[in-house]
C-alpha cells in the first residue's frame, strides 16, 4: 500500500482514507471540515487511545495520534486496573488501546494465552460494554469502545510495552 493510504493506515486503526476525505474515529462524532492550511500530523504517548483532531481558523489542522511510548512491562497485579478486572483480562484491554489490527489470535499472541482464553477474555469485555467486536466472515476484529478508552485514561498505568504488535 503507497500514497496517502499507506500513510494514515500505518498511524492508527482509527484514522482511515477515504478520497478525498481523511476519517478520524474521536470521542466527538461529528464531522469537521479542513482548514485549507494544510495537516500536522503529531505522535504523541500522552493522546490516550483515541486520536484527537484540532481545527482553528487560518491554521493547520493538527492531528494527534497515540503511539506506544517504551517502558518496563510491570506486574498486572500490581496496578489498579489489573486488580479491577484480573491481570490477564487488564492486559487484552490494554492492547486495545494501542495500533493494530486486534484479532482474537492475536490478542492470544500479545497477552500469551489460548485461544479459547482470549475469546473468553474478549466475551466478558465486550458484556461489561468495554470493547466492541466487528465480524467479516471467519475473521473478528475488537475495539475499544469509548466507555473501555476512558477506563483505559483512569489509570495511569494502562500502557502496554515490550509487547509484540498485533
Do not use: K
Not at 500514497?3 to 476519517?23: D, N, Q, T
Not at 482553528?56 to 500490581?78: C, G, H, S
Request: net charge positive.
Amino acid at each position: 500500500m503507497r500514497g496517502l493510504e499507506g500513510l494514515f493506515r500505518g498511524l492508527h486503526p482509527a484514522i482511515r482514507w477515504r478520497p478525498p476525505v481523511l476519517e478520524v474515529r474521536t470521542w466527538w462524532g461529528g464531522e469537521m471540515a479542513g482548514t485549507g492550511q494544510g495537516l500536522v500530523l503529531l505522535p504523541s504517548p500522552l493522546a490516550g487511545p483515541l486520536p484527537r483532531v484540532l481545527v482553528e481558523p487560518r491554521r493547520p489542522v493538527l492531528l494527534v495520534y497515540p503511539v506506544a511510548m517504551p517502558r518496563r512491562a510491570a506486574d498486572p497485579a500490581a496496578e489498579p486496573l489489573g486488580r479491577l478486572l484480573n491481570g490477564t483480562r487488564a492486559a487484552v484491554l490494554r492492547r486495545l488501546a494501542e495500533p493494530g489490527r486486534h484479532t482474537t489470535t492475536a490478542l492470544a499472541r500479545a497477552v500469551g494465552v489460548s485461544l479459547s482464553s482470549a475469546s473468553e477474555h474478549a466475551t466478558a469485555l465486550r458484556a461489561a460494554g468495554l470493547i466492541t467486536t466487528d465480524r467479516t466472515g471467519a475473521a473478528v476484529q475488537h475495539r475499544l469502545t469509548p466507555l473501555g478508552a476512558h477506563l483505559l485514561g483512569e489509570f495511569p498505568g494502562a500502557a502496554v510495552a515490550d509487547r509484540p504488535e498485533c
